[in-house]
């Protein structure tokens, strides 16, 4: 079965950090290009980053650019989010979602059910 | 950034009925838009790709229509597990963004 789960999450100071950890099984995961989106509490999903299958290719969200790391070890078929400097605002369910690609566009079409990550004092 | 933005934001309908949820874009995203629906508890469910092509197992009712900046999802024949909320996403242009989401609640 082609699953995704998300670990890692849980109750950090602002300013603090946070490894956020995403386990891929029942897919070739070296092959699947990577993101994760977030969605705080009682409010919509916002797409936070992408990686390409070698790493190559990244990309950030403007409100977690210099702050958040993606990274992927596609030996642990795992994804990871490096968290920094978070903010009370980054208080949300983290997701890791599979990217679909095909001649007539992407989507996400496998996701996890999420770790949350709460910023808080 | 792409501002995505639907409406309406919450939307009451009889089960057994059609819904319409629509999505615009702030500027041309081409086809390259997603439609998602997530239950509460639950992660987002793909259900339409490349602005009008339904994801493997998704029911006939859901068809999705549209380019460029005016995109729409529609559910014919509504049964009590379509009501959620619906999200429609750009992949047209980084950074990818999400509308703010339909809730459809049954009227």
């Known amino acids: 079965e082609v699953q995704l789960a998300e670990s890692g999450g849980g109750l950090v100071q602002p300013g603090g950090s946070l490894r956020l950890s995403c386990a891929a099984s029942g897919f070739t995961f070296s092959t699947y290009e990577m993101n994760w989106v977030r969605q705080a509490p009682g409010k919509g999903l916002e797409w936070v980053s992408f990686m390409s299958t070698s790493g190559s290719v990244i990309q950030y969200a403007d409100s977690v650019q210099g702050r958040f790391t993606i990274s992927r070890d596609n030996a642990q078929n795992s994804l990871f989010l490096q968290m920094n400097s978070l903010r009370a605002e980054d208080t949300a369910i983290y997701y890791c979602?599979?990217?679909?690609?095909?001649?007539?566009?992407?989507?996400?079409?496998?996701w996890g059910k999420g770790t949350t990550v709460t910023v808080s004092s | 950034e792409i501002v995505m933005t639907q409406s309406p934001v919450t939307l009451s309908v009889s089960p057994g009925e059609s819904a319409t949820l629509s999505c615009r874009a702030s500027?041309?995203?081409?086809?390259?838009l997603v439609w998602y629906q997530q239950k509460p508890g639950q992660a987002p469910r793909l259900l339409i790709y490349?602005?009008?092509i339904r994801a493997t197992g998704i029911p006939a009712r859901f068809s999705g229509s549209g380019s460029g900046t005016e995109f729409t999802l529609t559910i014919n024949s509504l049964q009590s597990e379509d009501f959620a909320d619906y999200f429609c996403q750009q992949h047209n242009r980084w950074p990818r963004t999400f509308g703010q989401g339909t809730k459809l609640e049954i009227k």
């Open positions: 979602a599979r990217e679909y690609i095909t001649s007539s566009g992407r989507a996400l079409d496998v």
């Open positions: 490349g602005a009008s």
């Open positions: 500027q041309s995203v081409n086809s390259n």
